[in-house]
């Protein structure tokens, strides 16, 4: 397309010349005598360009310029002077004139090459406001359809709820038989792929995340997390610290390097409070140059070339859950907010996942528990008769033992007892029913011995080998009947985890607030699966380990009397149960 100027002033045949130099350049070219003649038809047409003469008939060049200038800011004006100054120069320059030309002797030749530039340098700048605007207006349909896709999601999380919310309710009506179970069980393992499929539509993480939310399994869930993490971020050192409901200390949940931990294994550090400190804020930390930190640049030191870290807390609503761990050395990338935002979405979804997880497994041992109570009721309403008997034909054997030292009924009087107390350990743990204790002030070491009194033999004959180191020789308060059940499953554990005989050695100590006891055996240890699952009766089928239900009836006799128990192991060197009783 042919521009259009428009040429102000000059006399007639300064017109014609002008006018002839530029239709043989095919430019389209519109004459004014004076300024109003040039405002009116710029009013009217459009111009592409602007000659304007200096000397006008009706008014100066710099005063219709600026009109100009202010009216039309996108189309170029070139003043022409007979004779030029610089002040007249940098006057109309100032005052918004694209060029300014004397007509001097190279005159044509500098017109032809001002026009033709400035119409070149104006074509770019309309293409940029036209740039521009397509820019706005794409920002405001973008930001219109972001607006959108936020009621999407308030929508569909709601829709979230209601289903899981429905689950929840599904769940607890399935107490009445095994195949009322395994059919809710369906339909929830059907919720949840409903759930799944839902997250994964409306979520903006990656594929790792969807499938993240497909894993029944925590470990294998940990194990992917923590592939994606590496095989994402092409570190090696990174690690899922989860929080352990029982002794509120931070575990290994998986773990990419050695050691499992940087900030955990870091001697000159208080790593476990530093951590604690952060899943306590519930604020991602990114560290970007660890070795500038004031508090961690002790870590560039215990590891050389450690450059960078990210921490960040994981947890669903107000329940603490652990914390994700990520390290970066020199010749990796240094992390970015992109990063950590990256392994904040990951760590929401895994806390997604291992909540529902954890919910579900609890759900399950409850049922679990529920028949294994109603199965104790009933051997123990069947055998009950017979257990009767059996004291009745004891004591009648009694006079013809009447000299006896042991009468027959006090043999038989013990093991019926014991028989009676299982039964009812396991009703009772079912139904997580309190027992009403009789306690009393019980001297420690004196208790200790009279059940390593009671248990000398069967340990003698196991080949199990007792050490005693009592430091502790104050009293402590319990219901004596109860808490020999607790040491006669301990009994029982320390036989099941050295079937070919060992040591066993029980220490006591304490202060005047709590008192210590501590069982440590020197046989094989436990994998760490199992010593996750160790009070759970229903996790895992190694013969010998299946003295769990023994010692999660231990657990509830300790529970009534606001006793903790801990279990550490040592793999190929076996495992401390540790018993804290508070003595205030």
Not at 143 to 150: A, I, V
Not at 350 to 377: C, D, H, P, W, Y
């Amino acid at each position: 397309m042919r521009a259009n100027i428009l040429l102000i002033g000059g006399s007639e045949s300064a017109q014609e010349s002008i006018l002839e130099i530029l239709q043989q350049q095919k430019y389209t070219v519109v004459t004014a005598s004076n300024g109003a003649d040039g405002l009116d038809y710029m009013a009217q047409h459009h111009c592409d360009l602007i000659l304007l003469e200096h000397s006008l008939p009706d008014t100066d060049g710099l005063s219709l310029l600026q009109k100009i200038v202010r009216n039309h800011t996108d189309v170029p004006v070139i003043m022409m002077t007979d004779n030029g100054s610089e002040g007249l120069a940098v006057g109309a320059l100032k005052n918004g004139a694209s060029d300014y030309l004397t007509k001097s002797d190279d005159f044509v030749s500098k017109l032809s090459y001002s026009i033709s530039d400035n119409l070149e340098k104006f074509e770019m700048k309309r293409r940029n406001w036209e740039l521009e605007n397509q820019l706005r207006s794409s920002y405001k349909r973008q930001k219109e359809l972001n607006r959108q896709l936020e009621e999407k999601v308030q929508q569909r999380t709601e829709e979230l709820e209601r289903a899981y919310q429905l689950s929840n309710e599904l769940m607890a009506k399935a107490v009445d038989s095994n195949m009322q179970l395994a059919e809710l069980y369906t339909e929830v393992d059907e919720a949840r792929r409903r759930l799944d499929a839902k997250i994964r539509e409306l979520s903006l993480l990656n594929d790792i995340g969807k499938t993240i939310t497909m894993i029944p399994d925590r470990d294998e869930l940990l194990q992917l997390t923590l592939s994606s993490v590496y095989g994402e971020l092409g570190i090696e050192h990174c690690a899922i610290l989860l929080i352990d409901e029982d002794t509120q200390r931070l575990q290994i949940g998986v773990s990419y390097g050695r050691p499992d931990d940087l900030l955990l294994a870091a001697k000159p550090l208080a790593g476990d409070r530093i951590l604690w400190d952060t899943i306590k804020k519930d604020v991602p930390l990114l560290i970007q140059d660890v070795e500038f930190d004031e508090q961690l640049n002790v870590l560039a030191v215990e590891y050389p070339g450690l450059e960078c870290l990210m921490l960040v807390p994981m947890r669903i609503d107000s329940c603490e859950i652990g914390i994700f761990t990520v390290y970066g050395f020199e010749h990796n990338a240094t992390f970015t907010q992109d990063d950590l935002n990256f392994i904040v979405s990951l760590a929401g979804q895994v806390s997604i996942s291992l909540s529902n997880i954890r919910f579900t497994s609890q759900r399950v041992f409850n049922e679990q528990m529920k028949e294994l109570g109603q199965l104790a009721e009933f051997f123990h309403d069947q055998l009950k008769p017979s257990l009767q008997r059996i004291r009745g034909v004891a004591e009648e054997l009694d006079g013809q033992h009447a000299e006896d030292s042991v009468l027959p009924s006090q043999a038989l009087s013990g093991s019926v007892t014991r028989i009676e107390e299982i039964f009812d350990g396991f009703r009772r743990l079912s139904q997580n029913e309190k027992s009403i204790l009789a306690k009393q002030r019980v001297p420690v070491t004196e208790f200790l011995e009279e059940m390593f009194a009671e248990f000398d033999t069967m340990l003698e004959e196991r080949q199990i080998h007792v050490h005693r180191h009592w430091a502790y020789n104050g009293n402590f308060f319990i219901d004596r009947e109860k808490m020999a059940h607790v040491f006669r499953h301990l009994t029982d554990y320390a036989c099941h985890i050295m079937p070919n005989g060992g040591n066993w050695t029980v220490s006591s100590r304490g202060d005047k607030d709590a008192l210590s006891l501590e069982f440590t055996d020197d046989g094989d240890g436990m994998p760490s699966e199992t010593l996750a699952h160790f009070f759970n009766p229903f996790i895992g089928h190694e013969s010998q380990y299946d003295c769990r239900l023994s010692m999660s009836l231990a657990r509830k006799i300790l529970e009534e009397h606001h006793a903790q128990i801990d279990i550490r192991n040592a793999p190929e060197k076996g495992t401390t149960i540790r018993i804290v009783f508070p003595l205030f």
